[in-house]
């Protein structure tokens, strides 16, 4: 969400002043405790931000889904809320146009944002998003913890995959990931980079030319299929989800499920809040029913 919500300022004005870790549940923000409880503590977890009102019961509901997964996540995110009645400048600062808005950041930056209510498994798969792309880049809420403490907090596992990731060797990290998700299999990271790996080794192998292939034959699934990889590695989610949301309109049974199968593979390499996905899984509920 790039350029969607400008903290630079306020940044640059954040002084460099040690902070207690806020609870798992809800911390109200107002213009005095907006840079320790915002910037500085997405520094140390995400900080999912709620711009609500009381004044509206949809605000009220999104307030309770977030507040009781905060708790159930015990601490690795903050849930922080802005009424925008009594702190209508800190509600300006996110540019908010409609409640609820909510806003997640990390490291003082803006990571991804949704408008409007959200049933609680979207509101779950989101955090999980969330979680899944700020692993292992923040202090962490143990940051105050001496080292030895925040050692043993360490999943050696978890670190062995994140290498083998980061080098490029794809085979090494999909193993690696199985074998956590194989111990625990709600494990958000490790099913977020499986999918990941999973696409990234099966699109690298299509030719460039695969979507000038698929557009000469519409109605030819495999080519369908390896051009949309292809439009998601070029940066085209929507090109690609279009793509596969025409065919499905095309095909029925079999060949129908297998289409949708393979949409939603690709919906999941994104986070949910994200507007190309929202309107992708619109547009292929409408091409369903």
């Known amino acids: 969400m790039a350029g969607?919500?400008?903290?630079?300022?306020?940044?640059?004005?954040?002084q460099a002043?040690?902070?207690?870790?806020?609870?798992?549940g809800g911390v109200e923000i107002t213009e005095a405790n907006f840079e320790a409880e915002v910037l500085v503590r997405s520094g140390e977890v995400p900080v999912v931000v709620l711009l609500w009102s009381p004044r509206s019961q949809a605000c009220l509901t999104l307030l309770d889904g977030l507040d009781a997964l905060a708790t159930a996540?015990?601490?690795?995110?903050?849930?922080?809320?802005?009424?925008?009645?009594s702190a209508p400048r800190v509600g300006a600062m996110f540019g908010v146009e409609a409640v609820p808005t909510v806003v997640a950041l990390a490291g003082g930056q803006p990571l991804a944002s949704f408008e409007g209510p959200q049933p609680p498994e979207q509101l779950r798969r989101w955090i999980d998003s969330l979680l899944s792309a700020t692993a292992g880049k923040l202090a962490g809420a143990g940051a105050g913890a001496g080292a030895g403490e925040a050692e043993q907090e360490v999943d050696p596992a978890l670190a062995d995959a994140r290498d083998k990731l980061d080098g490029g060797d794809f085979v090494a990290a999909a193993a690696a990931y199985q074998e956590i998700l194989d111990g625990d299999p709600g494990h958000a990271e490790a099913k977020?980079?499986?999918r990941q790996i999973v696409f990234l080794?099966?699109?690298?192998a299509h030719p460039p030319a695969a979507v000038a292939a698929a557009d000469a034959a519409p109605d030819d699934i495999d080519a369908a299929f390896a051009a949309a990889d292809v439009?998601?590695?070029?940066?085209?989610p929507a090109g690609a989800f279009d793509r596969l949301i025409a065919l499905v309109k095309r095909t029925a049974d079999d060949d129908r499920t297998r289409v949708r199968t393979r949409?939603?593979?690709?919906?999941e390499l994104f986070d949910p809040a994200d507007p190309d996905v929202i309107a992708g899984r619109r547009n292929l509920a409408n091409a369903l029913y």
Do not use: C, H, M, Y
Not at 4 to 14: E, P, W
């Open 4 to 14: 969607a919500v400008d903290l630079s300022a306020l940044k640059q004005r954040a």
């Open 17 to 24: 002043a040690d902070s207690a870790a806020g609870p798992a």
């Open 73 to 85: 996540d015990g601490g690795k995110w903050s849930l922080a809320t802005v009424n925008v009645d």
């Open 192 to 194: 977020g980079a499986l």
């Open 201 to 204: 080794q099966r699109a690298s």
């Open 231 to 236: 439009q998601v590695l070029s940066q085209d």
């Open 263 to 267: 949409l939603i593979e690709l919906f």
